[in-house]
């Protein structure tokens, strides 16, 4: 995001300083603020200096870094010279319409948000900011919290607009690792981790929500070992039907059933010196579980009708979207296998809590589908990456691929709208516990937070109940009777 070189003494700006121990005192209290936080410049444009004061005044309180300009011919040399996040500009600038000004911002500077100050009442001069390429109004008198209001959200759809075009450059680079892309912190865990364990030939087990990109840590594990030049062999233990398992991973010979009518060289043996991927471990049978331990145990297999036994030299790698420890607890998966398989464990974090991966992702998936169907699709609208950041996104990075393949192909502009996402996408009810708008009336209740809070904790602790309440710091009863009471719909 790039961080505007404003000074922060925003009263070096104003030409003519009526007092100079306040603009001082103000600038030092906006120096502090900006360590904090990122600074947050606001140009005014006004004709009526004691305006611009207060304005000032009040939102250098809330730690905006305000210069200002007292007509439009000054705001646009100043623009020209300095970037400012936000603009601030009455619709009546002496003999000048502030309208002009602001179409000009909107046509040069299409990143910068307009706020247009309009008289009370005078929905028509609104309309017309709007139409001209306001971001949004606010009418007079001023209030000064509905104006920081304003301005906030609007700061917030300029970070996004930043955002956006950042992505729309450097998709590439050190968001990569193999065929991986992300930028989160907890995806950068699993990279650091990718690569700890890829030269090594311990057995790692990839677990995570469906989607979440198991099969391409697999192969980045594969990729990024000493083996990357020998086979990565594939298997997908829930499509192969039990009985054809066995010949599958071990091999079989001639005659050895109905249908053997030649011998084949088994799984195992293709993939030595390399990889063997299993994938979706947790359909696996015990029986198969029980014949697997001990090919693994002895690094030999002996195909399935046969006497010889042969040796292999593979490195495994499996994954399941099944929760193994719960399975075993039941009964269905064995855990002496599971020992031998998860010698290293890499957990895939789901995509609604890898923040702007969910951007950098839909940002990469639209110039692969622009590459290969020559559409001409650019990016994104900051409102429909709002939508996408809201939604929870079950299918993972599947569904988000999915959803934007979809959207480029029904769109028929070069950014997609919030109109070519999905229904459910668009209509998605955030459970986030942010508030979203600014009007009194779309407040929760504080027990409808609570709902939220409680949801997204569970979503968080993945349904585990007995975390959950303790992180609430309520007992596990009364935790259930809120669950119960949520299920009603109350
Ligand atoms: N970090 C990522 N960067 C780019 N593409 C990704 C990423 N993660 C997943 N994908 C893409 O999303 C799709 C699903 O990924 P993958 O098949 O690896 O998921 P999975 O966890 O194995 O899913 P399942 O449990 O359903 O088998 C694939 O098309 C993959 O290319
Ligand atoms: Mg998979």
């Known amino acids: 995001m790039s961080e505007p070189s404003i000074p922060t003494d925003a009263g070096s700006k104003r030409p003519d300083l009526r007092d100079e121990t306040k603009s001082r005192m103000s600038g030092g209290s906006d120096r502090d603020a900006s360590t904090k936080r990122r600074t947050r410049s606001v140009l005014v444009v006004d004709d009526d200096r004691e305006m611009c004061l207060l304005i000032h005044d009040a939102m250098s309180r809330r730690s905006y870094d305000i210069a200002w300009e007292l007509d439009a011919a000054a705001a646009r040399t100043t623009l020209e010279s300095q970037p400012f996040d936000v603009v601030v500009t009455d619709i009546k600038l002496g003999k000048v319409n502030g309208l002009a000004l602001c179409k000009h911002i909107a046509e040069s500077t299409p990143d910068v948000p307009v706020i247009v100050i309009t008289a009370f009442g005078s929905m028509k001069t609104a309309v017309a900011a709007i139409r001209a390429g306001a971001y949004d109004f606010i009418t007079k008198p001023i209030d000064m919290d509905a104006l920081a209001l304003t301005l906030d959200r609007a700061m917030r759809y300029r970070e996004l607009q930043d955002e956006v075009t950042r992505l729309r450059r450097q998709v590439t680079g050190a968001s990569r690792f193999d065929e991986l892309i992300a930028e989160s912190l907890a995806m950068k865990k699993i990279y650091e981790m990718i690569r700890q364990v890829a030269d090594l030939d311990t057995s790692v087990l990839v677990t995570g929500e469906s989607g979440t990109g198991k099969e391409l840590v697999a192969r980045a594990l594969h990729n990024a070992g000493s083996r990357k030049d020998r086979p990565f062999v594939a298997i997908n ?155 929870d996104w079950p299918g993972n990075v599947r569904e988000l691929e999915n959803c934007i393949e979809r959207a480029v192909a029904l769109t028929k502009f070069e950014k997609l709208v919030v109109g070519d996402l999905p229904e459910k996408v668009r209509d998605y009810e955030s459970t986030k516990l942010v508030i979203g708008g600014d009007d009194p009336e779309q407040f929760p209740t504080l027990e409808e937070l609570e709902r939220r809070y409680i949801r997204r904790v569970l979503e968080a602790t993945r349904g585990n109940k007995a975390q959950t309440a303790r992180i609430l710091g309520m007992g596990r009863r009364t935790l259930y009777r809120w669950l119960e009471r949520m299920d009603d719909g109350s």
């Open 237 to 391: 233990c829930a499509a192969v039907p039990p009985s054809l398992l066995e010949s599958e991973l071990f091999g079989h010979v001639r005659g050895a059933f109905t249908d053997a009518k030649t011998s084949r060289t088994g799984l195992f043996v293709q993939a030595d010196k390399g990889t063997l991927f299993l994938d979706e471990i947790g359909e696996m049978s015990p029986e198969m579980q029980v014949k697997l331990l001990r090919v693994l145990q002895e690094r030999k297999v002996r195909p399935v009708g046969g006497t010889n036994e042969v040796e292999f030299d593979v490195r495994m790698i499996s994954a399941t979207n099944r929760d193994l420890e719960t399975e075993i607890a039941e009964g269905n998966f064995r855990e002496d296998f599971y020992y031998r398989i998860n010698v290293v464990q890499i957990h895939l974090p789901p995509l609604r809590s890898r923040g702007n991966d969910i951007l950098l992702l839909a940002q990469h998936f639209i110039d692969n589908t622009r590459a290969r169907t020559g559409k001409n699709v650019e990016g994104i609208t900051v409102e429909a990456a709002q939508k996408l950041l809201d939604y």
